[in-house]
């Protein structure tokens, strides 16, 4: 040793500067989770087994070579000591004094400038610079620390402070090899006394340290140890899956989809992932926010941490996730800038994708289970991330017009549409049975071509961030002059055959309508509906007009094109009126305001009603003078 033992024992030695610094903050803060210090000390003592387990691997010399690697607590309530005991490679006098009285150098000033900033938790940064120790004075008068090497010819030593401006090493009669922490706790820690309690931080926090923690006289360690997703996947059994699965949300239902991932590169991590059936989480459940279970070397680091996934995707995964390669209770502002949590991130989200992907091509059934359970997750995170349109494009899902009933994906859809076809078509509205109902499907359906139904609010968003597929360029059906594939047989349109009357007949629904249309106009394409509306180039698209409704963006409806299907019997009909009769500007207003209505855009659809009274007065008071 480089100091005589003598030296170490005879005077109290004074806490380095950092070191006081840091006890003064830590006795003196307030703190929303105390527990933690024993979070810190168990992975104290796991850590102190782990170190002792590898000794024993080259060196069988040691002190007590046949003792149990395990943690014992036990606590005095009468006299509020909480005790916590290990086997493992102990310390002599001098490493007591660099061990416990000093910090880690490197951290000690970066652990302080975070402190002292006053805008965090100090519960989440204690042991991310090597302080963990330190924080069992939030809840102790005086901490002794009895400990004896692994080295039979070390002395055993203790080493005692209040937290105070120094700390004292004395020599010590322990004859067992490994560390004692005995806490002293403040009256208002009293609680960290009783068994129950203890109990419930372990459960919560080390749960699965890979030693047995002992509890007061019991024979049975009260921690599971064994923690599943460290398990090789082909040794774990459905059964353990699904019974892992309740215990950790309480969701009785069985889950859509499990991943068990055991990665070594380019990081270290261990996962258990689980895709639940209900999109909702359970009110009664054990998981009350979104965010995985971060572990770092089988310690709980995060109860939910938000930062292993992208955020759409949390609102479908549960599970765990532990890596060897995150440093020991990473802090919540650092870890989003930390390496090894992005490429963690990065490996997650594409082992998801492709794991959806598989499922599928291999189980469409159970695939389609999970898209409308959680089919809009999918649809966020294209609407909100760009790094993940392409790769989960071929996840979406979409009923159409040749498939009302049935989910297809744009592969499906481009398969089988004609081979001259170039675009993907799309009719965006409110509800499926409106858009069956469109106008703008009868070009579709005379062709027999296929238009994809997008209902949903997130559908808009969708269309803007996704503007083409494979190749396929996405074209909503309502546009202006569309770009449809060339038929076989060329069929002369309604409006090559149009006469003086059906230009008469744009001109009286143009001085009706006036400047609340931009045209009006004969249809090039064969419709069943006496008319439709079309939205010109370069005006705001139904799409993004949807996008601003939602958002509650004030906007300037764009002035549509009218479309007139001059075969229409309506129409027919309107043309043998004479110009100066009341039904006519009476049922192009109708007519109008109906197109509107169909389209999603009509701003006040109780207006229709009167009209409609009026049109049938009219008619009424026709019929009665013939």
Same mark, same amino acid.
């Given at each position: ?83 916590i005991r290990d086997s493992g490679i102990g310390m ?355 062709r027999g071509m296929d238009v994809l139904f997008m209902t949903d609010p997130l559908d808009p ?71 439709? *509306?079309?939205?010109?180039? &370069?005006? %705001?698209? =139904?799409? !993004? /007009?949807?996008?601003?409704? @939602?958002?509650?963006? $004030? ?45 999603? *855009?009509?701003?006040?659809? &109780?207006? %229709?009603? =009167?009209? !409609? /009274?009026?049109?049938?007065? @009219?008619?009424?008071? $026709?019929?009665?003078?013939?």
């Amino acid at each position: 040793m480089s100091q005589p033992v003598s030296e170490i024992f005879s005077q109290p030695t004074p806490f380095k500067a950092e070191t006081r610094q840091l006890l003064n903050i830590l006795i003196h803060s307030l703190y929303t989770e105390r527990e933690v210090f024993l979070r810190e000390l168990i992975s104290n003592a796991s850590d102190a087994l782990t170190r002792l387990h590898f000794e024993t691997l080259i060196n069988r010399e040691i002190v007590d070579p046949e003792r149990e690697l395990a943690i014992w607590i036990e606590c005095n309530p009468q006299q509020r000591i909480l005790t916590i005991r290990d086997s493992g490679i102990g310390m002599n006098a001098e490493e007591l004094a660099q061990n416990l009285g000093t910090i880690a150098h490197s951290g000690a000033k970066a652990f302080l400038e975070s402190a002292q900033k006053g805008d965090t938790k100090l519960n989440d940064i204690i042991g991310q610079f090597g302080v963990g120790f330190y924080s069992a004075f939030m809840v102790a008068e005086k901490i002794e620390v009895e400990s004896r090497s692994y080295r039979a010819e070390d002395v055993p030593a203790r080493w005692i402070s209040s937290g105070q401006e120094s700390f004292i090493i004395e020599p010590a009669d322990k004859p067992e090899r490994g560390t004692t922490v005995k806490i002293y706790l403040k009256e208002d820690a009293a609680e960290f006394c009783d068994e129950n309690r203890l109990r419930q931080i372990i459960k919560k926090h080390s749960d699965y340290i890979p030693y047995p923690i002992y509890i007061g006289n019991e024979t049975e360690a009260i921690n599971r140890r064994t923690s599943l997703w460290r398990q090789p996947p082909h040794q774990v059994s459905d059964e353990e899956y699904r019974d892992f699965y309740r215990q950790f949300t309480l969701d009785f239902q069985d889950y859509l989809l499990k991943l068990h991932l055991a990665i070594d590169a380019p990081v270290q991590l261990y996962a258990l992932l689980y895709i639940p059936s209900n999109p909702e989480r359970n009110p009664l459940g054990l998981r009350k926010e979104e965010g995985l279970k971060l572990y770092a070397r089988k310690v709980l680091i995060q109860e939910y941490c938000k930062d292993l996934l992208p955020p759409a995707f949390l609102h479908f995964v549960d599970g765990v996730v532990d890596s060897e390669d995150i440093p020991l209770n990473v802090s919540r502002e650092s870890i989003q800038s930390n390496r090894v949590m992005a490429q963690i991130k990065r490996i997650l989200t594409n082992k998801i994708i492709e794991t959806l992907k598989t499922l599928a091509k291999d189980k469409p059934e159970d695939y389609h289970r999970f898209w409308v359970a959680h089919g809009r997750s999918i649809r966020e995170a294209i609407a909100t991330d760009a790094d993940l349109v392409t790769a989960l494009q071929p996840l979406l899902r979409f009923h159409s017009l040749n498939h009302p009933q049935e989910w297809i994906s744009l592969d499906d859809y481009l398969l089988k549409s004609p081979a001259n076809q170039t675009c993907i078509y799309y009719l965006i509205g409110d509800h499926q049975k409106s858009l069956e109902n469109s106008p703008h499907l009868e070009i579709f359906r005379n062709r027999g071509m296929d238009v994809l139904f997008m209902t949903d609010p997130l559908d808009p968003f969708v269309v803007l961030r996704m503007t083409s597929y494979n190749g396929h360029d996405l074209v909503n059906a309502a546009g202006e002059d569309l770009k449809l594939p060339q038929e076989k047989s060329t069929q002369t349109s309604p409006a090559s055959e149009a006469d003086n009357n059906g230009i008469d007949l744009v001109e009286r629904f143009k001085r009706v309508l006036g400047e609340r249309v931009r045209d009006v106009r004969l249809s090039n394409h064969p419709l069943q509906s006496p008319l439709r *509306l079309v939205m010109p180039h &370069g005006a %705001l698209q =139904p799409e !993004i /007009q949807k996008v601003y409704r @939602l958002l509650n963006q $004030k906007f300037e409806p764009p002035k549509p094109i009218l479309e007139l299907n001059i075969q229409h019997p309506i129409l027919t009909s309107m043309l043998q009126l004479p110009p100066d009769s009341p039904i006519l500007p009476a049922t192009i207003e109708l007519l109008f305001e109906n197109a509107l209505l169909v389209e999603g *855009l009509h701003p006040n659809p &109780g207006e %229709l009603a =009167p009209r !409609i /009274q009026d049109l049938i007065q @009219l008619a009424l008071e $026709k019929s009665s003078h013939e």
